[in-house]
């Protein structure tokens, strides 16, 4: 079967993967000149990179991670001491840890918790602990219930202090979904937490040895290209052809650069597009199904990632942070932690700056001066006295509407990968699969967009188009 896939993010990307290992001729048409999506890279004047997002893998990643071994490229994910690190904005210039030790779940997570003292009490770890008992007993059912609850409201319900969501739970939620604990859903914590605490290496990390674009998406291009699939550049889907039972008849790519448009007719299609371009080009046919109108619940969330090099080290981490700070989410030396970008004298901070709605609009000038002051407090002793560092360049990469922003009630509207449409399947982080909107979820995503085909043409309920003429005419 040719399968028409709209998007080369990671979930059109791993779909196109796995309809290829299913024997069939996946072709993905992307918008952009760059492969990736939400993990795009560019390189700029000097050679050095810079991308949409600071991306961090987990090890509860299992699809991501099987995909590495697949490809064959597990030894470009550089994986880190198994801790999380915190700034502490009380004493700037300090890092609060929690290191999980080589022993088996959860006790490693319990470990950890005990063994940091400065982030929590004692009676706060306690109470902690007894809240979550109800998410380790039934998992995933009371995990999904607690949907209806932000996180804020569901620390609350339990009895918990503000002081714990502030100490916390900021960062966490910033980290996860770019947003602030008042407005995330606590679904998307208690996921994660489950996560951490249930799998023995659920919550170490690893930094892809270069950029995304490079070192994972283009191993994939390969491996569809070897197959007999393909992946166009340059493509975007203007509109979709319908079929008078509202299934698909072909995609409308638009000309570009004076071209004309073209029409690909393909036997399945797939929009792996995300959620927001998708529902400008739904037809109207589409809009009044239930399945379509749920859409209507999803919308993506503004972040900033920013890249900053510095003329000296400003620390010799080599590992993700939690900044604490108003304006700043995660961030890292990624001098240290990545081999691509690697400088042992110069440090470059790759920051991601959320929630960032009030930001977004602003010039990159002045996202830069208020970073600039958040790390000021961050690494005062660099910042101080005759010799301060000095800020050699940067970059700001905005993404207005980036992953779907999770408050309560958002997994009511997450769609299947299977349409109501017979020919037409959805991909994308956003759609329903267990991992939260990340590189995990999309992956699922798509494999899982690549099983429901092959089990539909199994079952005999797709078939191939009859005209293949049609393929590849002039609209
Ligand atoms: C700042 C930032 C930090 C992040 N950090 C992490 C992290 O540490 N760990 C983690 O797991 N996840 C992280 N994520 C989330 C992760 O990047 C996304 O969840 C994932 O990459 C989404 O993949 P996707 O394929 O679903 O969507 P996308 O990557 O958005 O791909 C969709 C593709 O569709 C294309 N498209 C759009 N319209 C059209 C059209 N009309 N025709 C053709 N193509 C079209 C787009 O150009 C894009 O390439 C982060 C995201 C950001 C922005």
């Known amino acids: 079967m040719q399968v028409a896939i709209a998007g080369a993010g990671l979930a059109g990307l791993s779909c196109a993967k796995y309809l290829a290992d299913a024997g069939h001729e996946p072709i993905v048409?992307?918008?952009?000149?760059?492969?990736?999506?939400?993990?795009?890279?560019?390189?700029?004047?000097?050679?050095?990179?810079?991308?949409?997002g600071l991306h961090i893998v987990f090890g509860a990643y299992p699809n991501m991670l099987k995909l590495?071994?697949?490809?064959?490229?597990?030894?470009?994910?550089?994986?880190?001491?198994?801790?999380?690190?915190?700034?502490?904005?009380?004493?700037?210039?300090?890092?609060?840890r929690f290191d999980f030790p080589d022993i088996p779940a959860p006790v490693n997570g319990i470990v950890a918790i005990l063994r940091n003292n400065d982030m929590l009490t004692w009676p706060e770890k306690i109470r902690f602990g007894i809240a979550l008992i109800p998410a380790i007993l039934r998992g995933q059912s009371y995990?999904?219930?607690?949907?209806?609850?932000?996180w804020s409201e569901w620390?609350?319900?339990?009895?918990?202090?503000?002081?714990?969501?502030?100490?916390?739970?900021?960062?966490?939620?910033?980290?996860?979904?770019?947003?602030?604990p008042d407005e995330i859903s606590a679904t998307i914590l208690l996921t994660a937490l489950n996560r951490f605490l249930q799998e023995k290496n659920g919550s170490k990390m690893a930094f892809l040895d270069g950029s995304p674009t490079e070192r994972l998406c283009q191993p994939i291009v390969d491996y569809?290209?070897?197959?007999?699939?393909?992946?166009?550049?340059?493509?975007?889907?203007?509109?979709?052809?319908?079929?008078?039972?509202?299934?698909?008849?072909?995609?409308?790519?638009?000309?570009?650069?004076?071209?004309?448009?073209?029409?690909?007719?393909?036997?399945?299609?797939?929009?792996?597009?995300?959620?927001?371009?998708?529902?400008?080009?739904?037809?109207?046919?589409w809009r009044q199904m239930p399945y379509f109108q749920q859409l209507d619940g999803l919308e993506g969330v503004p972040v900033i990632n920013l890249h900053l090099w510095f003329d000296r080290k400003l620390t010799d981490?080599?590992?993700?942070?939690?900044?604490?700070?108003?304006?700043?989410?995660?961030?890292?030396?990624?001098?240290?932690?990545?081999?691509?970008?690697?400088?042992?004298?110069?440090?470059?901070?790759?920051?991601?700056?959320?929630?960032?709605k009030d930001w977004i609009g602003r010039s990159d000038e002045d996202i830069v001066a208020a970073t600039?002051?958040?790390?000021?407090?961050?690494?005062?002793?660099?910042?101080?006295?005759?010799?301060?560092?000095?800020?050699?360049?940067?970059?700001?990469?905005?993404?207005?509407?980036?992953?779907?922003?999770?408050?309560?009630?958002?997994?009511?509207?997450?769609?299947?990968?299977?349409?109501?449409?017979?020919?037409?399947?959805?991909a994308g982080d956003f759609t329903m699969q267990r991992y939260l909107?990340?590189?995990?979820?999309?992956?699922?995503?798509g494999k899982l967009a690549a099983q429901q085909i092959v089990s539909d043409l199994q079952a005999g309920s797709v078939s191939a188009a009859t005209d293949k003429a049609l393929a590849t005419t002039s609209a």
């Open 437 to 445: 909107a990340s590189m995990e979820g999309a992956i699922l995503s």
């Open 68 to 96: 590495f071994r697949e490809l064959n490229i597990e030894d470009r994910l550089q994986w880190k001491e198994h801790s999380m690190i915190f700034n502490q904005p009380e004493q700037p210039g300090t890092y609060s």
């Open 29 to 52: 048409l992307e918008a952009r000149d760059v492969l990736g999506g939400k993990v795009a890279a560019w390189k700029d004047e000097d050679g050095d990179w810079y991308e949409t």
């Open 224 to 285: 569809v290209r070897d197959r007999g699939g393909d992946v166009r550049l340059r493509a975007p889907l203007k509109e979709f052809l319908l079929n008078a039972d509202g299934s698909v008849r072909g995609f409308l790519l638009r000309g570009l650069d004076g071209a004309e448009d073209e029409v690909l007719a393909a036997d399945l299609y797939v929009s792996a597009m995300p959620v927001d371009p998708l529902k400008l080009l739904l037809p109207a046919p």
């Open 372 to 426: 600039m002051v958040e790390l000021e407090q961050l690494f005062p002793q660099h910042f101080t006295g005759d010799c301060p560092a000095q800020l050699r360049k940067y970059r700001v990469v905005k993404t207005p509407r980036s992953v779907y922003k999770a408050t309560p009630g958002r997994q009511d509207c997450r769609p299947s990968q299977k349409t109501p449409l017979a020919n037409f399947y959805l």
């Open 143 to 150: 995990v999904e219930e607690m949907d209806k609850y932000s």
């Open 317 to 356: 981490i080599d590992h993700l942070l939690f900044s604490r700070s108003d304006l700043l989410s995660v961030y890292a030396d990624m001098s240290n932690t990545c081999k691509e970008y690697a400088d042992p004298e110069r440090s470059m901070l790759e920051l991601v700056l959320a929630p960032a």
């Open 155 to 180: 620390m609350a319900k339990h009895g918990l202090p503000k002081r714990i969501e502030k100490e916390v739970f900021i960062a966490m939620s910033k980290a996860l979904n770019f947003i602030n």
